[in-house]
């Protein structure tokens, strides 16, 4: 009898449509999942069988979806559970990321608009904003809130200054001093020898064609490292580049010898073996 | 019946999914006692260490101690170089729960005991000496090294337990080196299920407490850290808890960043990227410091890690996954021709282990192990073979053939989550609970062995391998040296005298020497001379380039006036 009662429950537990899908998609995420994120998803989603109208549960599955780069179920679960209900800021802030991600910059305007009237000096919020209103090529503004960020932010990102220098740019492509005074400002905020910003410095100084400052910016850099022999042949390729063949000449000399002070195993990595044959094709430059 | 049905559905899913923790989750017994302690205590004001001490950024000269109280109050660190006399001490007067202090001009390579306290007295002491730090050795010493390399570890429940145990008891009847580890490198994904801080107490500093009070600890980001960890704004729990090197003060490259960063160790470089959350594109803020960061180091030994793993078919597929790709794709071709010798990735719950690789970056199915020309994809002659000793033989490099590395995907120090396993780049592939121990050391003949092991949590060693570098305990400077009077006897137009701070033009016969231009390494001219000895004594050490002009042509030398 008892048997018998398990069976009928068994029975009616396959019949129930909803938990039978549930049931495949168990299957199918261990044959075949890969992943904690699958799994998380599918136990929220059991949740929402049983509490369908529970904004909170909507919530946490979208940004389950979101961060299985699922955007578009994603959104759905967001626009569902503010439906339900929900008005917390978070969701604002989600659905905006999520529009941000799918291209669809107005949408997310509003949305991390709406964040934003709730909590104004959030500085996740404000970059956010920086970049949303960068894509829709509203450089002023999201300047301004980008200003916000370097300004707010306790512990600023290297990516963070070089963000807002192209902001700089887009805005006016020829603002090169302006970008170059954002660096500065990242290097006294993060330590002076931060690469990443030191790079884009010699870059930005390249193509503004301040020639000594950039040839000044190569020098830092054959000071600052153990290893010079990068540093000289690029500083000789710049030199050639405009016309300063002497100079690129004497340049590569010190490339050369740096590779020769390198211990053997170094002389011999594909890196140096390639910056060999560089160098030889920039001497070749050079005489001719 | 819905309700009934769902519960069988979650209880079906649950076996499914944990059916390798099946033993209880039980809380450690300190913790258990820490929280019965704060139900029944009177004194709510009582000083209580609730985590820590733990050890960060270690260098030569100096340690980064961290530790937590329940109430806020000052910092105070005693050490010394005996356990009965701690003389030293660094403090803090502001009164805090989340403390951190730095010890500064400490002997390298040398063992400080310590305790940690307030102004009141010592809150957290070890009366056996397990509360120490050993300071780093000197850049580019060869000695013994040996590190703990833990994946994926954060379950907080037996899996992890017994990994561990199984580890110190490796640790603690090796005959030679016993105890000793210098550190742990954690490959992310420390605290299950989004690390965060309760998550962390639970499954780091807990299950770690005995290690992490004398050895120090190295992390990258994982998936699972990185849900409540925010690298934008290097905010959350992973961040606040760990401290890394931004500015290079561990050696290497300074990042600005801790999400990604680097440091030295004896001689081994170790780069630590951040797969997770910053850009992984070539020319990206990360890659262009990697790139600098390896291309500066004169280490002999070279070890990344970073959490997704570029090759593996365990329970992610380095064939289908973004991020994994771009690491393979972007990372590797660079770091590979820069000698980089060990990989280390977790994120698949599984040991996977490969052969001795180079310049292989495409999908599994088209990897070759026959393939051992220049640039792929196995290296040398034991390069497709299985790394041992007692196998195939041990994987090799030399100052000649400096190619080859050994990716591992080493993500079940927590928990196993199956997958194919079959990634035709792996020589060993195991769905088994574990971790790695890295151990590097003199092979005897001049050279040294990197070894690793993987240590499973029945105290198994189910796989190693060793590369072998030959010829790095050669005393470098007289071979250069050697060298370079070679070059100066070959180049006879510049020849400089250390002695009497003089270089000599001696130009070829028949021609007349007009002019001598000496430029510094910013290739400004420093000396403009018409004399075949000049005077060099005003000239700082470095490398200088010698331009001779004669009445027939232009020649230039380098000299090192050192």
């Not at chain 2, 400080?112 to 509360?131: C, Q």
């Not at chain 2, 088209?366 to 220049?374: A, G, L, Q, V, Y």
């Not at chain 2, 792929?376 to 195939?392: A, E, N």
């Amino acid at each position: 009898m008892l048997v018998k009662l398990q069976f009928l429950n068994f029975f009616n537990f396959f019949c129930n449509r909803k938990l039978l899908v549930a049931f495949c998609l168990i299957v199918t995420i261990q044959m075949f999942g890969h992943g904690d994120l699958s799994e998380r998803i599918l136990l929220k989603t059991i949740e929402i069988i049983e509490d369908p109208e529970n904004y909170k549960l909507y919530y946490e599955r979208g940004f389950l979806y979101q961060q299985h780069i699922d955007y578009n179920e994603a959104l759905e679960d967001y626009i569902k559970s503010e439906s339900l209900g929900n008005t917390d800021k978070v969701l604002h802030y989600r659905m905006a990321e999520v529009n941000y991600l799918t291209n669809a910059y107005s949408n997310a305007l509003v949305n991390i608009g709406a964040y934003l009237k709730v909590d104004s000096i959030d500085v996740k919020a404000k970059k956010l904003e920086a970049q949303i209103l960068f894509k829709l090529n509203e450089y002023e503004k999201s300047l301004k809130s980008y200003q916000y960020v370097l300004q707010n932010t306790i512990d600023l990102r290297p990516e963070d200054i070089i963000e807002y220098t192209h902001i700089i740019l887009s805005e006016n492509n020829k603002n090169y001093n302006s970008a170059i005074v954002a660096i500065e400002f990242g290097l006294q905020k993060l330590g002076s020898n931060t690469i990443s910003l030191q790079l884009k410095k010699l870059e930005y100084l390249k193509e503004s064609e301040q020639v000594e400052k950039a040839l000044q910016q190569f020098n830092y850099f054959i000071i600052q490292f153990k290893r010079k022999e990068f540093w000289f042949y690029k500083k000789a390729k710049y030199l050639i580049e405009i016309n300063r063949k002497k100079e690129a000449r004497i340049t590569l000399k010190f490339a050369t010898r740096s590779i020769e002070e390198l211990d053997t195993r170094f002389k011999n990595m594909e890196s140096i073996k390639k910056l060999k044959e560089q160098i030889k094709n920039l001497e070749n430059k050079t005489n001719q | 019946m819905i309700k009934i049905s769902a519960q069988l559905i979650l209880m079906l899913f649950t076996f499914f999914s944990f059916t390798q923790t099946a033993i209880a989750d039980i809380p450690e017994i300190e913790t258990i006692a820490r929280i019965k302690n704060f139900g029944v205590s009177s004194d709510t004001t009582a000083v209580k260490v609730e985590r820590g001490p733990y050890l960060q950024i270690a260098t030569p000269t100096s340690v980064v101690v961290k530790w937590r109280t329940n109430v806020p109050t000052e910092s105070v660190v005693n050490y010394g170089l005996e356990l009965g006399l701690l003389s030293d001490k660094e403090s803090n007067f502001n009164e805090m729960t989340e403390h951190e202090v730095s010890l500064t001009g400490l002997k390298p390579n040398t063992k400080y005991y310590f305790n940690i306290g307030n102004e009141a007295g010592v809150l957290s002491e070890s009366s056996t000496g397990d509360m120490y730090v050993i300071t780093a050795p000197k850049v580019g010493t060869k000695q013994f090294v040996r590190a703990w390399i833990l994946g994926d570890a954060g379950t907080a429940n037996n899996n992890q337990r017994n990994v561990r145990d199984a580890y110190y008891k490796y640790v603690d009847t090796e005959s030679a080196n016993t105890g000793k580890t210098d550190m742990m490198l954690f490959l992310g994904d420390n605290a299950y299920r989004t690390g965060t801080d309760v998550e962390y107490q639970n499954a780091f500093f807990d299950i770690y407490h005995n290690m992490l009070k004398k050895s120090v600890a190295w992390s990258c980001l994982g998936n699972h850290d990185g849900y409540s960890a925010d690298s934008a704004t290097q905010s959350g729990p992973y961040y606040d808890i760990f401290s890394f090197p931004t500015g290079g003060q561990a050696g290497g490259t300074p990042s600005g960043t801790e999400a990604y960063y680097s440091f030295d160790y004896a001689n081994i470089h170790f780069i630590i990227l951040d797969s997770h959350h910053s850009n992984r594109e070539v020319g990206g803020a990360m890659y262009n410091w990697a790139q600098t960061d390896i291309q500066n180091t004169t280490q002999d030994w070279i070890v990344t890690l970073f959490h997704h793993p570029v090759y593996t078919k365990g329970s992610h597929d380095s064939d289908t996954e973004d991020r994994l790709i771009e690491m393979r794709e972007n990372f590797m071709p660079m770091m590979e021709n820069n000698g980089v010798d060990l990989i280390l990735n977790g994120h698949s719950h599984s040991y996977e282990r490969s052969y001795f690789l180079n310049g292989h970056y495409g999908f599994s199915n088209t990897f070759n192990p026959n393939e051992i020309k220049n640039g792929g994809h196995t290296v040398g002659i034991s390069g497709k073979g299985d790394g041992k000793t007692d196998g195939d033989g041990i994987y090799q490099k030399t100052n000649e053939a400096t190619a080859g590395a050994v990716y591992i995907t080493t993500g079940s120090a927590g928990k196993t989550s199956g997958g194919d396993l079959n990634h035709k780049a792996m020589s060993v592939s195991l769905n088994e609970l574990g971790s790695c121990v890295m151990e590097v050391e003199d092979d005897g003949q001049g050279g040294q062995n990197l070894t690793v092991k993987f240590i499973r949590e029945n105290d198994e060693v189910d796989d190693y391998f060793t590369i072998n570098k030959k010829g790095i305990s050669q005393k470098v400077e007289s071979i250069k040296k050697a060298e370079k009077e070679i070059t100066v006897k070959k180049n006879a137009i510049a020849l400089f005298d250390a002695d009497k701070d003089v270089v000599y033009i001696k130009v070829n016969p028949g021609e007349r020497l007009k002019k001598v231009k000496i430029y510094n390494n910013l290739g400004k001219r420093v000396i403009k001379s018409k004399k075949s000895n000049i005077d060099v004594s005003g000239l700082q050490k470095g490398m200088y380039v010698v331009e001779v002009k004669t009445d027939k042509s232009t020649y230039t030398e380098t000299i090192i006036i050192e």
